[in-house]
């Protein structure tokens, strides 16, 4: 009898820790706490920046915040359904760390297709708050203002990691490259012929773009490279090398510079400091504040402008307006 009950309480401890630790939350999630730091939890309408890694429970990862090497921040909605991953981080604080296994076919999401290509029961969150700004009372300016500050902050500590991320990235990918005045990073990686495009030249360009130390590129321009990628090719894009007047802040300044040391027939790798790229303003959601880029681009044809083509005839000055007189 007594040999029974044991087994009955072993029963039940198992249970409430659903396996490996992890207990039973609303709407079939589960989760495992591992790092608990007081304070208080996470509200909707307060402004967090987590680290987050989702993957599927086959492993398969389908985001994954530490390979910017940045966390993602936001304002915390309100959650969608019963069980979802607002409602697990409700449940964490400033400097918490847990894993959320949120379930797929939760009753409470009825209505709502399940994601395409995931198999399994759950998408398995793994989270670290890194900040959180509680918006209580706050007035909305005030709030506004501790979000930038924060932003502040997290961008010069970014850019002063910058430099010593670039030669890390280059030592690790042995790369031979030519640093130039502004901050350029770049290697030949196959000699053209003729002479470089001069600014207002038109150049054709093939390109691949990605974030320092993440292999996935952001976008592409090369139809094999972009099919590697189901979720991010376009069977109606065209995959044509792109035109446009060089030197002329049509694009980046990484660009402008780097493409006006290009031949006709080369290719070359652009390693642009965020100062040369999109800066702290970033280009979201693809590129974040204070991005390092790395660019593969390919000069296929450098086009002269036509001497004989018509000038652009000047405005006439208007003159200008009589300034009122004093009285």
Known sequence: MKKNLMYLAVAAIALTS???????????????????????????????????????????????????????????PKSQFKGDVIAALQMLSEGDSATVKVNIDSTSRKGQPRPPGIKGKYIVFQIKVEKVIPKGNLAQDVFQNRIADYFKGVGEQLKKAEPGKIQKYIADNNLKTTKTASGLNYVITKQGSGPTPAVGDTVEVYYTGHLLGVEKPFETNVKEIAMKDKATYNPMNPYKPIRFPVGMKQVIPGWDEGLLLMNKGSKATLIIPNNLGYGEQGMNPVIPPFSTLVFDVEMVNIIKPNPNAPKPVAPALQPQAQAPTKK
């Open 18 to 76: 659903c396996g490996g630790g992890f207990k039973q939350g609303p709407g079939g999630m589960l989760y495992n706490i591992h790092e608990d730091k007081s304070g208080p939890t996470i509200k909707e309408g307060d402004f967090i920046s987590v680290n987050l890694i989702a993957k599927t429970e086959g492993d398969s990862v389908l985001t994954n915040s530490y390979t910017t090497g940045r966390p993602i921040p936001t304002i915390t």
